[in-house]
C-alpha cells in the first residue's frame, strides 16, 4: 500500500518534534575525594639516611683527574672525630672577583702562609667553605662557590699540602659575611673561609 | 509537476529530519572555537563571572586566567559563566553569550569549598578550550622557605600557594626542591654537613639518599618519568653533571669541563638534558646534551645575557630561564635555541603542567616572593609569602 508521501513528511516532522522535545540534563555532580590536610612532615627513623660514614681518606689518591683531585671521602663534620677552629685562618679569607673562581695575585700571600702554618700541625685537616654574593641565582652561585673552595684546595696542592684532608663545601649566596646591596658588601661575600679541623683524640 | 513537489516535499522533511534528528541525538554540544598566537599559545577566551563572591569568586577568575580563560565585562565577554558556591559544593552553567546556548554545566562537592571551585575551573577550562591538559587548577608547587640565616626548608602548597606546609624540619640548609611524580619530593639537605640529594615520600616521610658522594651533592632534577636524577656532584674534583637512577644507583658523569657546570633540567621525553656552564672561563651560557652522554652542544639565547636556571616546558617547546639585565629577568627561547624573548622581571622560573603558565620569584636576597604568570599575556600575580623569603618554586607535573 502506497502511503501519500505528504502524510510520510508530516509523519517524519512530528517525529523529530517529538524527540527533541525531550532534552537530556546532564546531571555530573561530581564529589572529590576529601580527607583533609595531611601531616607531610614524617617521623624521623633513627638513621634516615642509611648508609655508614667513611672512614677518613684511604682510597683517593694525590693525583689530579681530568676534572681536577678527587674529593676525600671523610668524616670531617662528626664532631666525635673533628673540631671545628674558624678563628685560626680567619684573616687568610680568599676574596674573588665578581663571577670569578680563580686565587687571585693579591690572595696568594695568604695561601701560602696557611700551607706554612699546616705544616706545622701534622693530623690537622682544613676545610674549605665556598661562597658567592647575591647577584648571581642561587643554583649557579652554588656551583661558583664550589668552584671557588676548589680553587683554593687546588693552589694548596700545589703547595705540598694533601688534598685528602682538604674537604671543600659550598654555600652559595646562602650565608653571607656581610648584609647589603652594594659592592662593599658583595666584595665581602665573594670568599672562600677555611677552618682548621683539630682531630680529637 | 506533481511529482516534483513531491520530491521536493520529501527532500525537505529527510532534510529536517536528519538536521533535528542530529541535534536530538545529544544534549547540543559546543564546537570549540580557538585560536593560537604566532608563538602557538592559545589566544584568551574572554567571560563574564557572576554568581560568586569573596573567595569562591576571586579563586575562580584566578584559576581560568591561568588556563587561557578570562574575566571581562559583559561586553567583551563571549562566554557568560553563571556560577554559584555554598557549603562545599561549588556549580556553573556556561553559555555563549550570542547564541545562548549551554556550552557546559558541571557542579561539584568537596573537603573544602575552595577544593570545588578548583574543580569546577578545570572543568569548565577544559571544556571551552577542548583540551585536556590545560587544567592546573588542583596542581601542587614545592618551593624554599627561608626560616632564618643560613637555615630553609621545603614546603608545599596548592600551586596559589594557598594551604603552605612544611614538607622537611631539618633547621639547616635546603635547597632546590623538586617533584619526581606527585607524591615525592627531591632535594638537597645540608643535615649532615655537605650537601648530599635526598629523595622524599610525602605521604609517609619516608627519605633515601640519592646522592651522598664525598665533596658536594646538589642542583637535583628529576626527569619526567621520575626513574632518573641528573645533579652536580664534585666528587671527582669539579662541579659537574651526573645522572644516576632515582634510588642513587647507577652514577654516570655527563660532563667534564675543568669551569663548573651548574642547573640541570631536563626535556619531557628525557633523552636531552639543558644546563649551564661556561665556554672557556667566559660568562655562562646554556648547553644541551645527550642524558646518556655525548658531547655538550650550545644553546643560542640571543638577546638574553648570562643566561641561567632553565626550566623545560611539559610540551618540549620552550625552555623558560633567567636572564641577567639591570637585574634577574626571565626570557623563553624554543627548545631549539634561537633569539630569546623577554618576559617578566623575575628569576628562576617553573613550568605549569600546561605548559602555559609558569612560576617564579622575584625580590631582594633573603626577602624574595613568588609569583604566577600566564606567559602570553605577561599577566603576573604575586602570592603570599611564607614567613621572610621564598624562592625555587617547583611546579608538581
Known sequence: ?201 | MKSMTNFLSAFLSLFLFASLAAVAADPPRYRVEVTYDPNGFLQPIFVHVTGLSGEADSVLKNDLLFMGIVHKSPDEARFLINANAAGVRAEARVTEKVTKSVVHEAAFTGSAQRSAVHALSDSIAKALTGLQNIAIATTKVAFKVETGPARSEVYVADYDCFGAQAATTDQTIIAAPCWAGRGMLVYSSYKQGNPYIFSHVLSTGARNAVARHPGNNYSPAVSRDGRRVAMILNKNGTPNLYVANIDGSGLNQLTRNRDGDACPSWSPDGRTICYVSRAGGGSPALYKISASGGSPVPLRTTFAPNPTEPDWSPDGKWIAFTAQIRGFTLFMVRAEGGEAIELVPGEDPSWAPNSRALMFCSGPDHNKRLSLLDVPTKTVKPLARILESNSQPSWAK
Open chain 1, 1 to 201: 500500500m502506497k502511503l501519500p508521501l505528504h502524510w510520510l513528511t508530516i509523519g517524519l516532522m512530528a517525529l523529530s518534534l517529538g524527540i527533541t522535545g525531550c532534552r537530556k540534563r546532564p546531571d555530573r555532580l561530581t564529589t572529590l575525594g576529601g580527607t583533609g590536610p595531611r601531616s607531610i612532615v614524617g617521623d624521623e627513623p633513627s638513621n634516615p639516611f642509611g648508609t655508614k660514614p667513611f672512614e677518613g681518606g684511604t682510597t683517593t689518591t694525590a693525583t689530579p683527574t681530568e676534572t681536577g683531585l678527587p674529593q676525600p671521602p671523610g668524616d670531617w663534620d662528626n664532631p666525635a672525630k673533628w673540631t671545628r677552629n674558624p678563628d685560626m685562618f680567619r684573616d687568610q679569607t680568599v676574596y674573588f672577583d665578581f663571577d670569578k673562581a680563580t686565587v687571585k695575585p693579591s690572595e696568594v700571600a695568604k695561601l701560602t702562609e696557611v700551607a706554612r702554618r699546616m705544616r706545622t700541625m701534622p693530623g690537622h685537616a682544613l676545610k674549605i667553605e665556598g661562597h658567592a654574593d647575591e647577584r648571581g641565582t642561587e643554583e649557579y652561585n652554588r656551583t661558583l662557590g664550589d668552584k671557588r673552595a676548589q680553587s683554593i684546595r687546588e693552589f694548596l696542592f700545589k703547595e705540598g699540602m694533601n688534598p685528602d684532608m682538604m674537604p671543600t663545601i659550598t654555600f652559595g649566596e646562602d650565608k653571607p659575611a656581610v648584609a647589603g646591596h652594594n659592592e662593599a658588601a658583595w666584595a665581602k661575600n665573594r670568599r672562600g673561609e677555611l677552618v682548621l679541623l683539630v682531630p680529637v683524640r
